[in-house]
T-cell receptor, first 113, second 113 residues
Framework: NAGVTQTPKFRVLKTGQSMTLLCAQD?????MYWYRQDPGMGLRLIHY???????AKGEVPDGYNVSRLKKQNFLLGLESAAPSQTSVYFC????????????FGPGTRLTVL | DAKTTQPNSMESNEEEPVHLPCNHS???????IHWYRQLPSQGPEYVIH???SNVNNRMASLAIAEDRKSSTLILHRATLRDAAVYYC??????????????FGQGTILTVHP
């Protein structure tokens, strides 16, 4: 099992450009999440999904859109990148249940100039 | 959401036990206590969780106070690989939390050889 994978690992954008981050999991998990982590900070939830075809806003959703067309994939889009979106982005997945162990991907380091 | 309070940093020597404290005085009856850790340049990884009773697994032990207002993560013999940021998180298993986790700033653990 690959677990949770993220593409790309690094990216540099200019202000106003758009891009999509891809998260894939092979554990058949129902729930998927996108977080961002700024230097010296804990993770903050951007958007999440509780199943194929569903998405919901997290703590810091502005400037981002997401889609979950397939159960194993969760896409995070930036329509018009801003320097404030420079961050490390982590994807995670978990199954239903009280234990809710979340499995995290390796992260995508995004710099917006 | 109920909050947790952790020390900003702690230090330990290799092969000694480490006790990482967490205060959560506003914990509710349906809140589970979760611990994650984040090694440098990696995504967080699950360590352990519990509700009321003390818990042990291959990575660590979790000691929960009788009133549940505090808990302690115990690493029985610290190694250099245990140097990481440790997050204590309350997970609300009631209602419609959908597995969402709220990360604080965590405790930076330094392990000296």
């Amino acid at each position: 099992n690959a677990g949770v994978t993220q593409t790309p690992k690094f990216r540099v954008l200019k202000t106003g450009q758009s891009m999509t981050l891809l998260c894939a999991q092979d554990m058949n998990h129902e729930y998927m999440y996108w977080y961002r982590q700024d230097p010296g900070m804990g993770l903050r939830l951007i958007h999440y999904s509780v199943g194929e075809g569903t998405t919901a806003k997290g703590e810091v959703p502005d400037g981002y859109n997401v889609s979950r067309l397939k159960k194993q994939n969760f896409l995070l889009g930036l329509e018009s990148a801003a320097p404030s979106q420079t961050s490390v982005y982590f994807c995670a997945s978990s199954d239903r249940g009280l234990g809710n162990e979340q499995f995290f991907g390796p992260g995508t380091r995004l710099t917006v100039l | 959401d109920a909050k947790t309070t952790q020390p900003n940093s702690m230090e330990s020597n290799e092969e000694e036990p480490v006790h990482l404290p967490c205060n959560h005085s506003t914990i509710s009856g349906t809140d589970y206590i979760h611990w994650y850790r984040q090694l440098p340049s990696q995504g967080p990884e699950y360590v352990i969780h519990g509700l009321t009773s003390n818990v042990n697994n291959r990575m660590a032990s979790l000691a929960i106070a009788e009133d549940r207002k505090s808990s302690t993560l115990i690493l029985h013999r610290a190694t250099l690989r245990d140097a990481a940021v440790y997050y204590c998180i309350l997970f609300d298993a009631g209602g419609t939390s959908y597995g969402k986790l709220t990360f604080g700033q965590g405790t930076i653990l330094t392990v000296h050889p």
